[in-house]
């Protein structure tokens, strides 16, 4: 180590080792690739909106390729995964040009501040008008949460029934495939 890092490295120690000293935070270091999340409207998440064509995202880097979707759907459905800072999928109309029809998210958006992870207080209290519909709970194991478009929506959480915690965001709905 030459003459010049040394003096560097001592004095970060020393700079780290003074606040210490006197009790104040040292700054932490950003992340490297930590976006903030995408924000959840009634027309899309970020800059993927419904009725944008796959050309038209593909070429934005928004989604990846486009690839068969949902078998009970049809031969000629279509989706593709989206990009991140976003995870999830779309699914495209099945006429040309393709045209997403809905938005599934996974994780890197919020709405209101809701996102994955979140409980029902929390959607409650985002969304007072959200209605929680009970009858997937048996079938799919979650409890839909359908914010109306009085409320800023027309989209829905899946709140797992175990854990009771979000799980998925669906744009305008939740799209039943699996």
């Given at each position: 180590m030459n003459a010049s890092w040394s003096r560097v490295l001592?004095?970060?120690?020393?700079?780290?080792?003074?606040?210490?000293?006197?009790?104040?935070?040292?700054?932490?270091?950003?992340?490297?690739?930590?976006?903030?999340?995408?924000?959840?409207?009634?027309?899309?998440?970020g800059a993927v909106k419904l009725g944008k064509t796959h050309k038209q995202l593909f070429d934005a880097k928004l989604v990846g390729v486009i690839r068969p979707g949902c078998e009970l759907g049809g031969p000629n459905t279509r989706g593709a995964n989206l990009r991140l800072p976003l995870k999830g999928s779309v699914d495209y109309t099945s006429s040309s040009p393709r045209k997403v029809r809905s938005i599934s998210i996974r994780g890197g958006a919020t709405a209101k501040g809701v996102g994955i992870g979140a409980t029902q207080a929390k959607i409650k209290?985002?969304?007072?008008k959200?209605?929680?519909d009970h009858a997937t709970d048996e079938?799919?194991?979650?409890?839909?949460?359908?914010?109306?478009?009085?409320?800023?929506?027309?989209?829905q959480f899946a709140v797992d029934t175990k854990t009771k915690k979000v799980t998925l965001i669906g744009i305008p709905g939740i799209a039943f495939c699996e």
């Open positions: 001592i004095t970060t120690v020393a700079a780290g080792a003074a606040a210490a000293a006197l009790g104040t935070a040292v700054a932490p270091a950003l992340t490297v690739g930590a976006a903030a999340p995408q924000k959840i409207t009634s027309t899309g998440a209290q985002a969304f007072p959200v209605v929680f079938v799919f194991g979650i409890t839909l949460a359908k914010v109306p478009k009085s409320d800023g929506g027309r989209f």
